[in-house]
């Protein structure tokens, strides 16, 4: 009896008509749905991925022209060329140095490898007036050229196809006629082949009808290369001026490095004088002197 009542009291629960989804699932399966179709619909419009472009590689293409001392000196109004045989630059040093000495006599010179020109030019040099062309060169090994040089030397030795092929290697060739040129050779007189390469480029060049201006210099390393170069070099260049009939401008200016100014206007009191290092080393000495901090006063006395 009292279970009856119970159940009569207690309502039957309703069970929902919930169906196969719920509202939860139809907004996310809706939301996947849209996610794809924006996917699929506006990823194909995407610009396709960029590739890379890759610049090409300008190789560095040394041109006929750029090998060409021979324009090259006709653009910058050079006369004077100076070929370096050098291998640790000593050789390449006198060139520069040679070729800076021109202006002193109104002309303009140029250092040149000869590894980086087309040296079968040579003969063409008569097309620059009163040009020239100077050979720095020095020997290494068996009395073989320096690396720079091994091409230069090379086509010495095969007499190069422009000469022709009736020319022979000693024949000289008339293109050479008008061609001048001078050498100064670099060397160890304690090797067995002294000066080699210089001597090689003065004989073959007199050979194939050259000019030679002055003596061939001969510089020896064992003794004091510097001093044969500079007393070679200050004999070569009267000889230049006669062949050419040139006189020193007197430019001295251009090839000196410092330029002498009168400061009147000083306070002499932060002037070094004396030692460079001291301030008025001069008026107030200390001792102890010595080579570095000498007595002024002293070598004065000495002096008189
Ligand atoms: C390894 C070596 C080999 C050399 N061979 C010779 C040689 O055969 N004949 C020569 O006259 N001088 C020779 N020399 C001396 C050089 O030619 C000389 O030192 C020259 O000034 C070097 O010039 P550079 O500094 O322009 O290369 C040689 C020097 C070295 C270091």
């Not at 300008?58 to 070929?83: D, L, P, Y």
């Not at 087309?118 to 020239?132: G, H, K, P, Q, T």
């Not at 490095?257 to 070094?272: A, N, P």
């Amino acid at each position: 009896m009292a279970d009856s009542e119970v159940d009569a009291a207690t309502p039957e629960p309703v069970m929902e008509d919930e169906g196969l989804l719920s509202t939860l699932d139809i907004v996310l399966v809706s939301v996947i749905a849209a996610v794809l179709i924006y996917w699929i619909t506006f990823r194909k419009k995407t610009p396709a991925e960029e590739i890379p472009e890759f610049k090409k590689l300008t190789t560095q293409v040394t041109t006929t022209q750029e090998k060409s001392f021979i324009e090259k000196m006709k653009k910058t109004g050079r006369n004077i060329v100076v070929f370096y045989g050098s291998q640790t630059g000593t050789a390449e040093e006198f060139s520069n140095r040679l070729a800076k000495d021109a202006q002193r006599y109104g002309m303009k010179g140029m250092a040149a490898d000869p590894e980086e020109y087309d040296m079968s030019e040579l003969s063409r040099l008569a097309e620059i007036e009163n040009s020239i062309a100077i050979f720095c060169v020095a020997t290494y090994g068996e009395g073989d050229p320096t690396d720079n040089a091994q091409e230069f030397h090379d086509w010495l030795q095969e007499g190069d196809a422009e000469l022709g092929a009736s020319t022979s290697r000693c024949t000289p060739d008339p293109l050479f006629d008008l061609v001048r040129f001078q050498v100064f050779a670099l060397g160890n007189k304690t090797y067995e082949h002294f000066n080699a390469m210089g001597k090689y480029v003065d004989k073959r060049l007199e050979e194939l009808g050259a000019k030679r201006i002055f003596d061939l210099g001969m510089g020896d390393d064992d003794a004091n290369l510097e001093e044969d170069f500079v007393s070679w070099r200050e004999q070569f260049w009267p000889a230049m001026c006669e062949h050419f009939g040139v006189e020193a401008t007197g430019e001295e200016s251009s090839i000196r490095q410092y330029e002498l100014e009168v400061h009147g206007d000083i306070d002499m009191s932060t002037v070094y004088t004396g030692e460079i290092s001291r301030l008025k080393s001069f008026e107030t000495q200390r001792p102890p002197f010595d080579t570095k901090t000498p007595s002024w006063l002293r070598s004065r006395s000495t002096a008189n």
